[in-house]
């Protein structure tokens, strides 16, 4: 069974920083093409960060391009989302997503519709 768990979510002042962590289990971890994306109420989710590893380096939103970086450490079957100058407009809850026993080639799987599975959301919340 494929489980996602994300941690790290919180409450920060503008400027600061939060380091979000996705664990991953059920399956073989490396090469699997992993993202993540953030959602806020009556908008659709966006990809912000995407690991794919046939395609060269992370791919970045451009929200957030220069700011967060995404990693992972495959000895710990996780991923990490490192989040700096952290902004209101970043407030969302976020969740990781990977593509499990599909193609992970090379290109940056942006969309919502292709990762078949979910955790479950951390909250961030940036205050001005």
């Known amino acids: 069974q494929v489980v996602l768990v994300e941690s790290g979510g919180d409450s920060v002042q503008a400027g600061g920083s939060l380091r979000l962590s996705c664990t991953a289990s059920?399956?073989?971890?490396?090469?699997?093409?992993m993202g993540w994306f953030r959602q806020t109420p009556g908008k659709e989710r966006e990809g912000v960060a995407i690991?794919?590893?046939?395609?060269?380096?992370?791919y970045y939103a451009d929200s957030v391009k220069g700011r967060f970086t995404i990693s992972q450490d495959n000895s710990k079957n996780t991923v990490y989302l490192q989040m700096n100058s952290l902004k209101p407009e970043d407030t969302a809850m976020y969740y990781c997503?990977?593509?499990?026993?599909?193609?992970?080639?090379?290109?940056?799987?942006?969309?919502?519709?292709?990762?078949?599975?979910w955790g479950q959301g951390t909250q961030v919340t940036v205050s001005s």
């Open positions: 059920g399956y073989s971890f490396s090469g699997n093409c």
């Open positions: 690991i794919s590893p046939f395609a060269g380096s992370p």
């Open positions: 997503a990977a593509r499990v026993g599909l193609v992970c080639g090379s290109y940056y799987y942006t969309r919502r519709t292709e990762y078949n599975y």
